[in-house]
């Protein structure tokens, strides 16, 4: 299990980069290297064995165990906001899930998983959150050769509370993967997907579509190069003060009507506005594994995002923003 990757928002928790992880056959570290429900699918399709095995109300079911992450995290732009606007601070964060695999037939495999986590920002607490959730798998591989591409579909729903009461609200997600080994070292990883966030205001109402990819380079047994890439198009929001009136007001024609006053931020008045964004993300990152279930993870997430249909008097190039993420994690498997 490598840890799934975020860049937390002005408004919730944004995905940034997905998880990929070598076969579950090569070593019991390559499990730790990926993250939440495509870790279990990946040992769903291609692993012989499981933890566990059960019958519940007549279904059989593998159980495929527990996962823990605890990580920390500095973000240089939690407001998601162009330079001047872009404010600091340091998460900590906790996730824990649990998995197992329900088998369909000889290729294809059933993966449902729970899970559930907390964010805690240091200086803008309003941010901080917790969640709870669950996601369903279903993977299918077409031979038991060590090359053969495992495919999946996959759906996300989660429910989530701010210390904002106007990002309380539900996150969901469902599309398509792919886990495609190269040799024996180099593994990738691609994904489609729908994200749909429902804030308690509607100017956290997200929708977005999202492409993305990652490659892991095993460089031995217990070390681990990744590099993830993804575009997203759809709904952006940033959060803005109104000390730069000209500025603030290239947000509300852009974004009009959906602007309201952010209660997440106590330090000046100002105002989250949801906006039409392409945006690309970067990661870089390193694992190191320690023994069978215990690993160490060290990333760099880069984000830039650019508004589409400007609105005067301001361009594209102002409302753009970027985020640089460096994380600390780790990684635990039970």
């Not at 860049?7 to 076969?23: D, Q």
């Not at 591989?141 to 509370?161: D, I």
Request: hydrophobic share 40%.
């Amino acid at each position: 299990m490598r840890r799934v990757g975020t860049t937390h928002s002005g408004l919730r928790s944004v995905s940034i980069a997905g998880p990929s992880g070598p076969p579950a056959a090569r070593n019991a570290c390559g499990a730790l290297r990926m993250g939440g429900s495509v870790a279990a699918l990946a040992i769903a399709a291609g692993a012989p064995g499981s933890l566990h095995a059960a019958d519940f109300l007549g279904v059989h079911a593998d159980f495929l165990g527990f996962r823990a992450e605890a990580s920390y995290t500095t973000d240089d732009n939690v407001t998601r906001a162009p330079s001047g606007d872009a404010l600091r601070d340091r998460i900590l964060g906790v996730r824990a899930s649990a998995s197992a695999a329900i088998p369909v037939s000889t290729r294809t495999r059933a993966v449902v998983q729970g899970f559930a986590g907390t964010q805690k920002f240091s200086t803008y607490t309003g941010l901080s959150n917790t969640f709870i959730g669950a996601q369903g798998d279903l993977a299918f591989r077409s031979s038991g050769e060590f090359g053969a591409a495992t495919y999946g579909a996959f759906v996300r729903t989660a429910k989530e509370a701010y210390e904002s009461n106007l990002r309380d609200g539900y996150r969901h997600a469902f599309g398509v993967t792919v886990i495609k080994p190269a040799t024996d070292r180099i593994q990738f990883f691609g994904a489609l997907a729908r994200n749909i966030s429902d804030g308690r205001s509607a100017v956290f109402d997200a929708r977005n579509v999202s492409v993305r990819g990652s490659v892991d380079w095993s460089l031995g047994r217990w070390d681990t190069v990744f590099l993830g890439l993804e575009h997203r198009s759809g709904d952006s929001v940033s959060t803005v003060s109104r000390n730069d009136p000209i500025r603030t007001l290239g947000f509300v024609n852009t974004a009009t009507p959906n602007i309201i006053q952010d209660d997440a931020f106590t330090d000046t008045t100002r105002d989250a506005y949801r906006l039409k964004a392409s945006t690309l993300l970067a990661t870089l990152g390193y694992n190191r594994a320690f023994g069978e279930g215990h690993a160490l993870d060290i990333s760099w997430r880069r984000a830039q995002s650019s508004v589409q249909n400007a609105v005067a008097p301001a361009s594209g190039s102002d409302l753009r923003y970027t985020v640089n993420q460096i994380s600390v994690a780790y990684l635990g498997r039970f």
